[in-house]
């Protein structure tokens, strides 16, 4: 793992990562922006004296809402990376304070006007009762949410066990994207393509793990069951893991990953496990979630074990290193595609 650039003006220092985009449209940019700004961070951490992760994006002829868009996924996803878009011709805007006399031939982006902040479309809260409308078609053992039609927002917090205002906040969100629309029969989830889009890159973010090895010798199914027991509702498997207990697992060789979320408040012992030092190959990875509405609540139970649904699963591997986006694809074409008649991403 080799940073693109390395560069250095004084005590300043730079770990930059540089991405290309053929076609300046955001959904396209807007993913190779969140690998970028991953690949940076992970690359900066890397490094000794805490240089600053930079991501760039190469883009020709960068319209005024691109740099609009860009701006705005650097505010709310990397707010400690420096991001930044290049034109070939030499023009260059960064949306960061510190590299602003880097900035030449490019107009900022127009300002709007002040408003109070919107909340985040993809909170945890939200994709929850996102699933809850998309469960209807889906299988009840790839998703456990209910299944109904849903006139108004009250009706979805009532199914979703949710506060009404949490419900109409996210209704409100979805019709001002034109993602929703209402008829007699009730609310239904529109223009589908564009919402996984935007679902697939808030969910490329960096996460906590710890690698972990098992305390008691023993097979690793029963390791991993022990530790989901003693974890009960607050517990269940996640990416390549979940995709094999859901059947649909396509790589394998990873170690489990569990995820515990943080109320359940479990010393490492109680579940089997204690962390795995720098020179130790781990048994599995615990992943902490502070915030566990959507995974928790959209869990399915397979053959004993409790296992991430499959959106979860589709969301979590697909920035993984060990063939994450295969996965991912595979799950999208097997079962994502078909459900929601959706051609591709």
Not at 44 to 68: K, N, T, W, Y
Not at 209 to 216: G, H, K, N, S
Not at 270 to 280: K, T, W
Request: glycine share 6%; proline share 8%; hydrophobic share 45%.
């Amino acid at each position: 793992m080799r940073p693109d650039i390395v560069a250095q003006k004084g005590k300043q220092r730079l770990v930059i990562e540089v991405k290309a985009a053929r076609e300046g449209r955001r959904d396209r940019v807007i993913p190779l922006l969140a690998q970028a700004i991953l690949q940076a961070q992970a690359q900066a951490r890397a490094l000794s004296g805490s240089p600053r992760p930079v991501a760039i994006l190469v883009v020709d002829d960068p319209s005024p809402a691109l740099f609009e868009a860009v701006e705005a996924f650097a505010r709310d996803y990397a707010q400690n990376v420096g991001v930044g878009i290049v034109a070939p011709g030499g023009a260059r805007r960064f949306f960061d304070p510190a590299l602003d006399h880097l900035n030449h031939g490019a107009p900022a982006p127009p300002r709007a006007v002040p408003r109070e902040p919107v909340p985040h479309l993809f909170s945890d809260l939200n994709q929850w009762m996102l699933k809850v409308l998309l469960a209807p078609r889906l299988p009840p053992e790839l998703l456990a949410a209910p299944r109904g039609e849903y006139r108004n927002a009250s009706e979805l917090a009532s199914a979703a066990n949710v506060s009404v205002m949490s419900a109409f906040r996210l209704v409100r969100q979805l019709e001002q994207s034109q993602h929703l629309e209402r008829s007699d029969r009730g609310m239904r989830l529109v223009r589908l393509d564009d919402l996984f889009h935007r679902w697939r890159a808030a969910a490329m973010r960096p996460v906590r793990e710890m690698p972990v090895r098992w305390i008691l010798p023993g097979a690793a199914s029963r390791r991993v069951r022990s530790a989901l027991d003693a974890g009960g509702s607050d517990a269940c498997l996640g990416l390549f893991a979940a995709a094999d207990a859901l059947g649909l697992g396509h790589v394998h060789g990873v170690a489990p990953h569990l995820y515990i979320s943080s109320r359940a408040h479990l010393p490492l012992k109680h579940l089997g496990v204690r962390q795995a030092s720098p020179d130790e190959a781990p048994d599995a990875f615990l992943r902490p979630l502070s915030a566990s509405a959507s995974v928790m609540r959209g869990a399915v139970v397979r053959d004993g074990l409790r296992a991430s649904d499959v959106l979860q699963v589709w969301l979590d591997v697909q920035s993984h290193p060990s063939r994450g986006r295969e996965q991912a694809d595979f799950i999208w074409r097997r079962v994502l595609a078909p459900a929601f008649g959706v051609t591709g991403l």
